[in-house]
């Protein structure tokens, strides 16, 4: 079964730093490319950034893009996405997303999501 | 402001058929980009429904259909039950952004 389990959300102050974790299990994590995907209370989805098998293209919505860095272990089949001067607009239920492919483009599509962590940008 | 635009909300009784759109243009549906749906039942996270414009992934009722033309995708529910009271959300690639893009989300009332 495939499980994918975020960790790492919670209450920051704008500015300040967070990172995301994301354990994979039931899939061959290192033969597909991962992705983030955010959704805002109340609001629709949001790409956020994607990274492929090999760490060897990562991609970012502008909307993070300077801030936000995906990264991962695939020895430890885990998912990160370290954040960096959080705003206010940040604040979402981050999802940890895996792509049906090995590399992320225009055949991405998504099978399996996590549960989402949430992170709150506030003072 | 999505890329991609859907209605707001659409409703009807239950084993009607009901159907939503999903609005882009030249440099994503209309390019020729494969469209996917995906159906958010309250508090959980979304579920892929339809890929590849017109495909059900096992598991899924057949009551769920979709189709692509032009710059626009369709996603229709026939039969319609109360369990499929649920947010959907279109998804394709776009070339500007040079990225996936999601549309805005319809909410499906079941009256």
């Known amino acids: 079964e495939v499980q994918l389990v975020e960790s790492g959300g919670g209450l920051v102050q704008p500015g300040r730093s967070l990172r995301l974790s994301c354990a994979a299990s039931g899939f061959t994590f290192d033969d597909y490319a991962m992705h983030w995907v955010r959704q805002a209370p109340g609001k629709g989805l949001e790409w956020v950034s994607s990274i492929t098998w090999n760490s060897g293209s990562m991609d970012y919505a502008d909307s993070v893009k300077g801030r936000f860095t995906i990264s991962r272990d695939n020895a430890k089949n885990s998912l990160y996405l370290q954040m960096n001067s959080l705003r206010a607009e940040d604040t979402a239920l981050y999802y940890c997303?895996?792509?049906?492919?090995?590399?992320?483009?225009?055949?991405?599509?998504?099978?399996?999501w996590g549960q989402g962590t949430l992170v709150i940008v506030s003072s | 402001q999505s890329v991609l635009t859907q209605p707001p909300s659409v409703s009807g009784a239950p084993g009607q058929r009901v159907t939503m759109s999903c609005s882009g243009s030249?440099?994503?549906?209309?390019?020729?980009?494969?469209v996917h749906w995906y159906q958010q039942l309250p508090g959980t996270p979304p579920k892929l429904l339809i890929y590849g414009n017109n495909n059900r992934p096992s598991g899924v009722p057949d009551r769920f259909s979709g189709s692509r033309s032009g710059t626009s995708a369709s996603l229709a529910i026939t039969g319609l039950q109360a369990e499929d009271e649920a947010d959907y959300y279109c998804q394709s690639y776009d070339t500007t952004v040079r990225s996936s893009v999601f549309g805005s989300g319809t909410k499906v009332t079941v009256l």
């Open positions: 030249d440099s994503n549906i209309g390019t020729g980009f494969d």
């Open positions: 997303v895996k792509d049906i492919s090995t590399y992320d483009g225009s055949g991405s599509y998504f099978d399996y």
